[in-house]
Nanobody, 122 residues
């Protein structure tokens, strides 16, 4: 079992920044891909960004140039730096991990966190 705990969500004005963090604990050997997905009210969960253990990254077009994913393998943490936030970024953000990158890109994960709310509003 792997436990994922996200933090860093909150309320921010348009144009502002937030940094999400996710820490993995438990049986973490074999985790290859880590990433973030989000789900807005009434919408399906969608990919935000993924990162492999080697540091290769992948972003949704809607966040390219504004969000940066990073990973600290020694601390079993993945981060999402979100800049220039827009109201349409409002969603619950979920941390996910999987042993296969393309599964995670496709929205399938071995484990998900409980989610953290990000609200972008003036």
């Amino acid at each position: 079992q792997v436990q994922l705990v996200e933090s860093g969500g909150g309320l921010v004005q348009p144009g502002g920044s937030l940094r999400l963090s996710c820490v993995a604990s438990g049986s973490i050997s074999g985790i290859y891909a880590m990433g973030w997905h989000r789900q807005a009210p009434g919408k399906q969960r969608e990919l935000v960004a993924t990162i492999t253990s080697g540091g290769s990254t992948n972003y949704a077009d809607s966040v390219k140039g504004r969000f940066t994913i990073s990973r600290d393998n020694a601390k079993n943490r993945v981060y999402l730096q979100m800049n220039s936030l827009k109201p349409e970024d409002t969603a619950v953000y979920y941390c996910g991990v999987d042993h296969v990158l393309m599964r995670l890109v496709g929205g399938v994960a071995d484990y998900w966190g409980q989610g953290t709310q990000v609200t972008v509003s003036s």
